[in-house]
């Protein structure tokens, strides 16, 4: 609890600090903002215990401090070799409750491991969450059979997962899901990025997000060894396009030339509009 709730703490005064910076409340900007600094020390003062591992190195305390932005740049690599040494040593098996379900799997995506994610939820038998993909999470709380309630993290959250890194629909960089202050003038979907994982196991995937912009979308298959990535980006926004290979790439057929990468991907830079790529 101590982990879970301290980290929840942590985003709701940054997300007030935020929104007070957004109305011009200048004093109050200050003031949540210097209370969410607060809460960060302490989080780490008291729950990390050194060489990569919060609290007692769990999933879902590895996964907390990594999703919620509380782990020092600096310890960040080291963070994320401990949370998938406690992936592994379940043999992949999720074990975690709620909370843990809604860090868990874009930590591991965030450490460059989509795999070893897809490989947990696809698990026949968890002995701590159910059978996610067959039954949905039944051990969990609040599951009432057919015709259930959706509205609830342990469901929706890997189901978002599925559409942000999967497909690849995610925010711009500049925006941030759990409030730092990157671009105050970043708004979600003006620009995002599509940057699809294409794991073991699965040969399609295809994607929509109806944004405050229009649709959307991302889909791709796999074909005669390569793949073929078809997007949608709609009218007056702005899209960054990361493809699954290496930035030196040459077996890449696209329309346009791609862009200074900011990570260990080929990208490009396109407007409003369809794309197609490919990797043969």
């Known amino acids: 609890m101590e982990v879970t709730s301290t980290g929840y703490y942590f985003l709701d005064a940054q997300i007030v600090a935020r929104t007070a910076e957004l109305l011009g409340k200048t004093d109050d900007a200050k003031k949540y903002g210097a209370l969410a600094a607060s809460i960060r020390e302490a989080f780490n003062r008291r729950l990390y215990q050194g060489a990569g591992v919060y609290s007692i190195g769990s999933q879902t305390a590895q996964s907390c401090a990594l999703h919620q932005g509380l782990v020092p740049a600096a310890e960040r690599a080291a963070v994320e070799a401990r949370l998938i040494a406690a992936v592994e040593q379940t043999q992949g098996f999720p074990d975690f409750g709620i909370l843990g379900s809604k860090y868990l799997f874009r930590s591991l995506s965030e450490a460059g491991r989509s795999d070893l994610a897809f490989a947990m939820l696809a698990k026949d038998e968890a002995p701590s969450c159910g059978n996610w993909i067959k039954r949905g999470a039944t051990t969990l709380?609040?599951?009432?059979g057919e015709g259930a309630s959706r509205n609830h993290i342990m469901f929706g959250d890997?189901?978002?997962?599925?559409?942000?890194?999967?497909?690849?629909?995610?925010?711009d960089d500049a925006v941030s899901a759990v409030a730092e202050r990157?671009?105050?003038?970043?708004?979600?979907?003006?620009?995002?990025?599509?940057?699809?994982?294409?794991?073991?196991?699965i040969g399609w995937v295809?994607?929509?997000?109806?944004?405050?912009?229009?649709?959307?979308?991302?889909?791709?298959?796999?074909?005669?060894?390569?793949?073929?990535?078809?997007?949608?980006?709609?009218?007056?926004?702005?899209?960054?396009?990361?493809?699954?290979v290496k930035p030196e790439s040459k077996n890449v057929v696209a329309a346009m030339a791609p862009v200074t990468a900011d990570r260990d991907r080929m990208a490009f830079k396109v407007g409003s509009g369809k794309y197609t790529f490919e990797i043969r």
């Open 158 to 171: 890997f189901s978002a997962w599925y559409y942000q890194y999967l497909g690849g629909i995610r925010l």
């Open 206 to 244: 295809k994607a929509e997000h109806d944004s405050p912009y229009g649709m959307i979308r991302s889909a791709w298959r796999r074909q005669g060894g390569g793949l073929r990535l078809e997007v949608e980006v709609p009218v007056n926004t702005s899209a960054t396009v990361y493809l699954p």
């Open 141 to 144: 709380w609040e599951d009432w």
């Open 182 to 201: 990157l671009d105050p003038g970043a708004v979600a979907f003006k620009s995002f990025i599509i940057c699809p994982e294409p794991v073991q196991g």
